[in-house]
């Protein structure tokens, strides 16, 4: 490691002393393994190139020098603290360290050479980092938890930086939240930020299936909701009495068309199995195709174990299941498939999954992927509102922002909503369709009224069978 021969007159940060450390000790513990996985192991970056060609030492440089010349170029003028951190940073695994001797012009001058070279700056704050990339696939081949802690080193050495910048530096807090969330760490909230949301305590079980009950419809999907809230009570009664548990699995299957509460179902399972004790944290991670299969070879895998790490202590709910598999040569779906059982199994004790879609292309999906099915043991319905239900959820959305329908209103939005529902087909929206409606008539009541000599509270709040779409031109 490069060392100054007078510590005390270098600007740069202790913490600095201790990242290198931290890193030279990474570098070496990961050292033989990481060699064997490199060699036999396709592991690529975002551009599809290999990294087996270098050692990891050098990705390792390379994303600890980025994150360096990335935030040091928020200034107009660097300081010398953050070019001696680059060319540490840069002579950390050889041998002969080229900046060790340098003065500080010369620092100065090999650093402003550096950034010239470059055809642009890194975005670490839009890109991950060769390195975490490397450790995310070394993790799962070795069951290690090397990542994680890599992340929270780089985030370190990212603030280190920005304390260095001057006043005049170009918004290096945005830049900061922006490069923790891409290296997938929650976010701090300043506790003097009066407009920092607020944390509130978890909701006990009892309220969380009291909201479950408020919801409209879904009856179906209520009771084995319930059911599965009990035999989860009962078996830590029974384990609180030294008796032994059988084990079911918790990952669940939505079946229904689009706008029947899945997401929202979804939302509160995940806050009842946190009140539960069966995750940690109860919040939902959505997804769909998109967000899980990538282009290259071997991102994918990386794409879902970044996903998983963000569910991870709550559920991962992944829309449209069946097009993870479209069955094309060049589809790397079912790479996401197989990553995600291993995840499935791995991360068992702190996270549940839910797939989600249309139903006759759900079970078509499990039948072809038994190993996905057998991860599954509870099935819910989620079936089309009826057009009373809809209504209900119409008046729902009046009455929580004060609107009222007049008779006649209420009569033709009732209509609208019976022969929509007997026309129905797999497209049919079903509560999205409900508040489209309402969304529509609003804007038309707006328009009625704008025009009225005199708008008082009542007809503020009072739609009337003129705002209904189609009935303007009726008497």
């Known amino acids: ?131 975490i990339q490397i450790l995310d696939q070394y993790d799962e081949q070795y069951h290690t938890q090397e990542a994680p802690a890599a992340r929270e080193a780089f985030y370190k050495l990212a603030e280190l930086v920005v304390s260095q910048l001057t006043p005049n530096a170009r918004a290096p807090q945005t830049y900061l939240k922006l490069f923790r969330q891409t290296l997938g760490l929650a976010a701090i909230q300043d506790p003097n930020d009066p407009h920092a949301a607020k944390q509130e305590p978890a909701p006990d079980l009892n309220t969380l299936l009291a909201q479950l009950d408020a919801l409209t419809g879904l009856k179906r999907v209520k009771e084995e909701v319930r059911q599965l809230t009990n035999y989860l009570k009962v078996e830590q009664m029974r384990k609180a009495q030294g008796l032994k548990t059988s084990e079911i699995s918790l990952h669940m299957v939505f079946y229904g068309n689009p706008g029947t509460g899945k997401t929202t ?71 996401a498939i197989e990553t995600l059982l291993k995840l499935m199994e791995d991360r068992r004790e702190d996270l549940v999954v839910v797939v989600a879609g249309y139903p006759v292309e759900m079970k078509k999906f499990l039948e072809a992927n038994p190993g996905l099915k057998s991860r599954f043991a509870k099935y819910l319905q989620f079936d089309d509102y009826s057009p009373e239900e809809l209504m209900a959820i119409f008046e729902s959305a009046c009455k929580s922002t004060d609107y009222q329908l007049s008779d006649d209103a209420r009569k033709t939005i009732a209509d609208i909503f019976q022969k929509a529902y007997d026309a129905r087909d797999r497209t049919f929206g079903n509560a999205r369709f409900a508040r489209n409606l309402f969304e529509k008539i609003v804007e038309n009541q707006a328009n009625r009224v704008v025009g009225l000599e005199k708008a008082d509270k009542d007809a503020l709040m009072k739609i009337e069978v003129a705002d209904v779409p189609g009935q303007d031109s009726k008497d």
């Open 265 to 335: 179902v979804a939302r509160l399972v995940a806050k009842i199995y946190c009140a539960l004790g069966v995750v940690s944290k109860g919040h939902l991670v959505e997804v769909d195709r998109a967000g899980l299969v990538a282009g290259y070879v071997g991102q994918t895998a990386i794409k879902v174990r970044g996903v998983v790490d963000k569910a991870t202590g709550g559920l991962l709910f992944i829309d449209e299941a069946y097009s993870l598999k479209t069955g094309g040569d060049n589809d790397f779906g079912q790479e």
């Open 1 to 131: 490691m490069m060392t100054w021969s007078n510590p005390e007159k270098s600007p740069v940060p202790k913490e600095f002393e201790d990242l290198k450390a931290w890193f030279l000790a990474l570098e070496t513990r990961t050292r033989l393994s990481m060699e064997e996985m490199l060699a036999h192991t396709a592991v690529t970056d975002a551009a599809g190139k290999n990294f087996r060609s270098e050692p990891f030492a050098h990705y390792l440089t390379l994303s600890i020098t980025s994150v360096i010349v990335a935030f040091m170029a928020l200034d107009e003028c660097p300081t010398l603290a953050n070019y001696r951190m680059f060319c540490e940073a840069h002579d950390l695994f050889l041998k002969d360290n080229e900046y060790a001797n340098a003065s500080d012009e010369q620092l100065q001058i090999e650093s402003e050479s550096f950034r010239k070279s470059v055809a642009s700056i890194p975005r670490v704050e839009g890109e991950t980092l060769p390195a």
